[in-house]
């Protein structure tokens, strides 16, 4: 059997960053609200026009693969984790290929929000394992700036995302000192309604569960998307944040462990916890329940908010290029989020 080894990163953010302060001009919010509550005090927006998830995607993908020593003909697979891609359908991982003028390799969507690039980072780790691709490329990348409900009405939301891109390559090794050690996913859709964007959708109102289903048959049609659905702001995500945040803080530390456990290691073992950026509170929470040395957590949402799929292969990208993790070093990857999903990973560097 193969080993997957990670041996290229790279990160893209846009180049416009947008203060907490900046946002006090859409909706009723303060940089002491944001600070607090999340430890966010800036993020990036990407260009209305001139950027996409993919492009950013495809920025990010240029410096992993080079990174890794590799060109973009020797990629056999592309993993894709998004949730808010170019078009509803095809997914980013064709328009991805498309434009690194890569040759007619598969490429996989998976949608799986915050949990997305562990998701994906776990199915690259089982197609290198079984010897079926050799260089894997897997994407995070979201655009949220485009999908946002500026108004005082979806703050607890906007004020959260920012918009950026990681990727991570990973390849086939015959090494038995490095490589990904193990992959743990998990779901409940239990809670399905109470973190999600709801249109367009075919549920037509299906799921009663849903917040706003409220809508009468006729109004539902036979379409994705209504005025009416758009006048009550259907078309932007909904988030219960406490009841995220109270599973988020068990949820976490209970699948950082279970990785351990299945590696026979424990907490202070772990030279870097990159845990998925989705609030500095939850992050600060987990180090403390696991006892860790603040050297042993990289954090970067003060800097670019929650990047959703992107939060975790920009914090490794960027962990990387400032030292943090050197060959040998144990590497945490954790994840939850929408769904509800969660997942970590456990990586010999
Ligand atoms: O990455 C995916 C997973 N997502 C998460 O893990 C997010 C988990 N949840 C959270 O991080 C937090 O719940 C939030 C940061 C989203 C919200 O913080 P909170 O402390 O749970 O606030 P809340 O939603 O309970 O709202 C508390 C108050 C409310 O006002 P009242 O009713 O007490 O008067 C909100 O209207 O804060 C108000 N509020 C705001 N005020 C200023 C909500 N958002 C804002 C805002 N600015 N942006």
Redesign the pocket.
Known sequence: MFQSVITGVGYYVPEHVVKNED?IQY????DE??RE??GIEERRYAHRTQETTTTMAVEASKKAIEHAGLTTVDIDFIVFATLSPDYYFPGCGVLLQRALKMKEIGALDVRN??SGFVYALSVADQFIKSGMYKNILVVGSEKHSFGLDFSTRG??????FGDGAGAAVLQASDSTERGVLSTHLHSNGDEAEI?AMYNPGTHANYWKDTPFANFDEAEIGQMFMSHSMIDHAQNFPY????S??KT?VVKFPEVIMEALNHNHLQPSDINLLIP????L??AQFVQKKLKLRDDQVYNNIQRYG?T?AA?IPIALAEAWEQGKIKEGDLVCLAA???GFTWGSALIRW
């Open positions: 946002l909706m009723d919010t303060s609200w944001i509550r999340t929000q915050c703050r607890n939301i906007s004020v959260i973190l988030m219960d944040g406490q995220v945040f988020a998925h950026q989705a609030n509170r939850i929650n959703t939060s939850f989020g929408s």
